[in-house]
DNA sequence: TTGTAGGCGTTATCAC
DNA sequence: GTGATAACGCCTACAA
């Protein structure tokens, strides 16, 4: 029945004041400059009226538009969406909005997006398709537009991130497989041109260290990407070269499927024959068969995290520059047991 | 190097103009207001200081966005990330841009985020959280804002709509199941106030008149939500009843799950005791054992086909309403087989 | 503590 | 065909 829209004088006249005195009402910064008693007679008309403030306005003042950036690969990696969710809903209690733009990798479509976005004066940009070399987030950094790195990392710590602890979650698959008695374990890496690869290798070397194992040569086989059909073919040339483990942290889900498939076509049999941890506990791996031993990743949370050390930049560009590691955790399904004979 | 932000008056003051004629020579619309040559000078100089209109004041001042808002129930739901991927890359082709909600089908969540788009002045809602009766939607209408229904649709056909044929999908499966020489077959439903979950039924029973086979009573199931768990309960219950069946048709694939759970909790097997089949062809559910016989729905166009009703309602809001119903395909695996014995 | 006035960048509506 | 002026809704010096 409001028909029409409620705008700040509304709220000022119905409160019987100035929609300047109004303004700094509704402004928790300015509210100190304003009596008690007229700031909640404000605050209470703004509420019965259904006062919305105008970004589009507010945003020409202020040189803000109340809006982020977000730029991901592909929503259709199911990665993506819980940490989507956690940005959105994150940012969404302090009146912003997420742009969404998919990449899918590629230079061109990437550039394009980032246009698009910064046309429309985003405050900054939330970013998981960051890869070692990124001429977009120097060309932000020059624009003084703050960015943050969710799931990815970069060497130097240059920019606020939100990832998880990849190093801590090999570690935790490698002791898991140490305490069931195995001894010589292999890893399918994958690509080592984004930090969740390199993490999580080096988690594996650390956690084999930690309980006096050798890494040799033979063990560590390395994906050109994070996909079924290369975790399948490491898993292939990993047994060709003479099948001396007993069990297999992947790099993610995806290469532990493509384990599954490389003991099928083999005839052997996971977990009798052969132990096999995931990484990301993706959706529906408990249906398998067997259900996938994996390696959970708050995605929902690193979101979230992603999006308050965005509202953190947004309010002091200088701040500290905070790199958030959240740490994950294991399930135990049913793709790891004890191993069949004596090491 | 350009530090300060070029507005219409550097440019108009570069070409000379008053920053209304400026303005007009930018705007194709209304570029034919004004001399050939003078526009050429204000494009030309608009060129060289790249500038860049400011979409605040714009918004400000037409109430366009160039924007369109989705609303979802939850991106978790790996129906959706397709969809808006199919949304979001039809829309970026005419330099529009997708705001996304969450709704988690809570009404108060679904208002606060209505409210915020509204107020960034969206220029229209594609909505795929439609129940029968929506008040939001009303509130669009009455404001003039243009609204698509994707994956949904309302008994009347007050708005512009893309969707899959869900009657001609459950009729597919059906047709599969008799050809395999299954006679007596059985239906889980899904809520019936939702589109989905209607036609999905309409096409079972149409389905399996055409074979001229009666459905009774004890065939069909309702599930009280698309949820893993009512599948397992429906089947549970139906198997209760005196297990007359030899397949059952899941209103989606969640509900299959279910089913496998409920056949598995009974000591039954897939297919040999009882074939199933899902509805939407979830990623992964080949991977399940066995892997999963479903109806494949065309997301990404259904969400392209939404995104270029908007587009066109957009540019003619009192165009023709169209609800576009694309054909879903069955995808054949192993859960379906013949029947054991004799029907 | 509150009000006044002016402006953010753009476009619509008048005059000329 | 072009220019002047006012407004969109909000914020913020500055004055009272």
Redesign the pocket.
């Known amino acids: 029945m409001p028909g029409r829209?409620?705008?700040?004088?509304?709220?000022?006249r119905s409160a019987?004041?100035?929609?300047?005195?109004a303004?700094?009402?509704?402004?928790a910064e300015?509210r100190?400059?304003?009596?008690?008693?007229?700031?909640e007679r404000v605050l209470e008309a703004a509420r019965t009226l259904e006062?919305?403030?105008?970004p589009?306005?507010?945003s020409?003042?202020?040189?803000r538009s109340y809006t982020v950036g977000v730029l991901i690969p592909d929503l259709n990696n199911p990665l993506f969406p819980p940490i989507v969710r956690g940005i959105e809903d994150t940012l969404t209690t302090q009146g912003f909005v997420a742009l969404m733009g998919n990449t899918d990798n590629d230079e061109a479509r990437e550039r394009r997006v980032f246009e698009g976005m910064r046309s429309r004066h985003v405050d900054g940009f939330i970013v998981a398709t960051a890869r070692q070399h990124h001429p977009l987030l120097d060309q932000a950094v020059r624009e003084e537009l703050p960015v943050v790195l969710v799931n990815r990392i970069l060497d130097d710590d240059s920019f606020p991130s939100a990832s998880v602890d990849d190093s801590m979650g090999a570690q935790l698959a490698v002791a898991h497989l140490i305490q069931l008695g195995h001894r010589r374990i292999a890893h399918i890496a994958g690509p080592q041109d984004v930090s969740t690869g390199r993490g999580r290798l080096r988690g594996f070397e650390l956690g084999m260290a930690a309980a006096g194992l050798p890494v040799e040569r033979g063990l560590v086989t390395f994906a050109n990407g994070f996909t079924r059909a290369e975790g399948q073919r490491c898993l292939v040339e990993a047994l060709a070269r003479g099948r001396d483990f007993t069990a297999v942290v992947a790099g993610n889900d995806l290469l532990a499927l493509g384990c599954y498939a490389a003991l099928e076509e083999k005839g052997l049999s996971c977990p009798e024959d052969v132990s096999v941890v995931g990484f990301n506990d993706m959706p529906f791996i408990d249906q398998l068969r067997p259900p996938l031993t994996s390696i959970r990743i708050p995605h929902y949370e690193i979101g979230a995290e992603a999006a308050f050390l965005m509202l953190d930049r947004i309010s002091q560009p200088r701040g500290l520059v905070q790199a958030k590691l959240l740490p994950p955790e294991l399930v135990v399904r049913g793709s790891t047991a004890p191993p069949r004979g004596p090491a």
């Open positions: 829209r409620v705008t700040l004088r509304d709220v000022a019987g004041v100035h929609s300047s005195t303004s700094r009402a509704l402004n300015r100190h400059l304003v009596n008690g008693e007229t700031a006062f919305r403030p105008d589009a306005a507010r020409l003042k202020t040189r």
